[in-house]
């Protein structure tokens, strides 16, 4: 198999996995040893071929880990961990559903309020914090989990 063929069947598979960005197939084929030559064109014939794609991949990404109660700050560091730039993660951030991201934070903030014990307010918002939202943002959370915990102690399903 020549080099340009390994080079496109190792971009390939990496993209069967998940969604990459184009800076993470870069960086594979980089790690792999590839000359720079064949590197470029195998990016060029993804992008042809419409395998490419960081603003939609970013957009994917950046709602599936709000979902899972991870944080626009660290939403965005991962993003740009992945070679996407700052615009297009921005964008991505901007796209994510405001009341889905914070459902999903309360959520973690509300685990943490259901431990109870000495400091818990406090714990929750330094793990909200650690993952990736801003005070403010951990702050809300946190009020409707309180607001979600009591209205579930008056009205126990």
Known sequence: MQEKERALDKALRALAG???SEGEILEK???AGFAEETIAQTMAQLDRAGLLDDEA???AWAAARARR???PHRIAHELRQKGVDAQTASLALESVDGDEALA???ALAARYLRRGGENVE???LAALQ???YGYDDARRALEKA???TQENELFPR
């Open 18 to 20: 998940r969604a990459r």
């Open 29 to 31: 084929l980089r790690r």
């Open 57 to 59: 991949f970013a957009g």
């Open 69 to 71: 109660a991870v944080g």
């Open 104 to 106: 999903a934070a309360a």
């Open 122 to 124: 406090r714990r929750a």
């Open 130 to 132: 650690r993952r990736g």
């Open 146 to 148: 309180h607001a979600e």
